[in-house]
């Protein structure tokens, strides 16, 4: 599956952005799909996912309640949406997906398979 991210872009404190992944080669449906984040010299962090296999949906402590991960499978997207955000949410946002991972390993980047080129958000004071 090849996955292309859009919409970060530059957002005042308290705004929002909705972050879109358009999947192509095969169907949503079939992967676990998630977002990570990376900001300058830190480690990839997990923001959202959302389970191929029991349909819910898992968030970092710090985003729930402000980012909700969501996805469309006619259209063979998944989207994060993103409010109240803070100046420590800016980072380069990847999207993920793999068929196989287990609930357990959903925060872990180095379990997925496939991923979207990054999209720059940032969040001004």
């Known amino acids: 599956v090849q996955l292309q991210a859009s919409g970060g872009g530059l957002v005042q404190a308290g705004g929002s952005l909705r972050l879109s992944c358009a999947a192509s080669?095969?169907?949503?449906?079939?992967?676990?799909m998630a977002w990570f984040r990376q900001a300058p010299g830190k480690e990839r962090e997990f923001v959202a996912a959302?389970?191929?296999?029991?349909?819910?949906?898992y968030y970092l402590d710090s985003v729930r309640g402000r980012f909700t991960i969501s996805r469309d499978n006619a259209k063979n997207t998944v989207y994060l949406q993103m409010n109240s955000l803070k100046p420590e949410d800016t980072a380069v946002y990847y999207c993920?997906?793999?068929?196989?991972?287990?609930?357990?390993?959903?925060?872990?980047?180095?379990?997925?398979?496939?991923w979207g080129q990054g999209t720059l958000v940032t969040v001004s004071s």
């Open positions: 959302s389970s191929r296999t029991d349909g819910g949906t």
């Open positions: 993920a997906a793999d068929a196989y991972i287990l609930s357990s390993y959903y925060k872990d980047h180095t379990m997925y398979d496939y």
């Open positions: 080669g095969r169907t949503l449906s079939r992967y676990t």
